[in-house]
């Protein structure tokens, strides 16, 4: 079940790029939470009207009671965010979302764009607790944003992540496509787990489809409510020819049913 409540902020900080890490005090949320849930923040009092809507983010880590989020500044709501300081509280929303990646394959790629891979952080964790096997990658343009390799280094996935930068400035030059087919063609019963920016994702879907492996995307689609009211996060599900919400019926959805 969601919740709305206000949760102590643990530490706010810049990272590097453009991206801040957010530590919340939030048992409630922590205990509730799987691999690809997410949390609506609003960073502003609940007495002050702009920005108006909170802001959709993926639950990066759990830590005891705290969660993690890295988040990206782009705007006025996430600029909010960077304002709050640790030891005030923030507004929380969560956990959120209804549709979780599958449990029963026997190998998973995780494919990661930018922020996108703060989408499948909670899925690495949680298939290395569970001894299932995996191999992550993580793409971005340049090194500076890759705002989650401390993070990766400090639990221990240095070598369950490949990293590739568009400049070559860290790791492989290239893009996240780059060895894929050769790296999801490896293992038997493998499942591709993606989350990153649209053309990426599609991208990654279209070889999934000429290899025939399937590929399940966890989409970060611009969201008003969070929780299937306002209607604002819809893609085509083109089996039932209908539509889904993101927020509700996802945010994982196999990627040869929706229009990507
Ligand atoms: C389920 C879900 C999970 C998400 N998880 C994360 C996460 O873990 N970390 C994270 O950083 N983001 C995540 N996002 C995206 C995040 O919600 C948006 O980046 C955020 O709402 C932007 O708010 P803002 O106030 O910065 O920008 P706004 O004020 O809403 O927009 C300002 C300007 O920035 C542009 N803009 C906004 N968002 C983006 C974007 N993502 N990329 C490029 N341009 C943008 C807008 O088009 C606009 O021009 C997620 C989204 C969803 C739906
Ligand atoms: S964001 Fe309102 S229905 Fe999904």
Not at 158 to 179: A, F, P, Q, R
Request: glycine share 10%; aromatic share 10%; proline share 3%.
């Amino acid at each position: 079940m969601a919740l709305d409540i206000k949760c102590e902020i643990v530490e706010n900080r810049f990272i590097s790029g453009i991206t801040w890490l957010l530590r919340l005090k939030a048992p409630e949320i922590a205990k509730e939470a799987k691999p690809a849930s997410f949390v609506m923040i609003r960073g502003v009092e609940d007495y002050q009207y702009d920005p108006l809507l909170r802001r959709a983010f993926a639950i990066a880590d759990i830590d005891g009671d705290d969660i993690l989020i890295f988040y990206d500044v782009y705007g006025k709501g996430t600029k909010a965010i960077t304002e709050k300081k640790a030891g005030e509280t923030i507004s929380v929303l969560g956990a959120l979302g209804n549709n979780f990646f599958p449990e029963d394959y026997d190998h998973y790629v995780l494919v990661g764009g930018g922020i996108g891979f703060a989408g499948l952080s909670l899925l690495m964790k949680d298939l290395k607790q569970k001894g299932k096997s995996f191999t992550a990658i993580y793409g971005v343009r340049r090194k500076e944003q890759l705002s989650m390799l401390d993070w990766i280094k400090e639990n221990g996935f240095e070598n369950d992540v490949i990293i590739y930068t568009e400049d070559g400035s860290y790791g492989k030059k290239g893009l996240v496509t780059e060895d894929l087919e050769k790296i999801a063609t490896k293992h038997h019963n493998t499942m591709l787990a993606v989350c990153g920016p649209h053309g990426m994702m599609k991208a990654v879907a279209n070889l999934a489809k000429e290899i025939d492996i399937p590929c399940y995307v966890s989409l970060e689609s611009r969201m008003a409510c969070g929780f299937g009211i306002c209607i604002g996060c819809v893609v085509k599900d083109t089996e039932k020819d209908s539509y889904v919400r993101v927020c509700y019926e996802g945010p994982v959805f196999d990627a040869s049913k929706i229009e990507l």
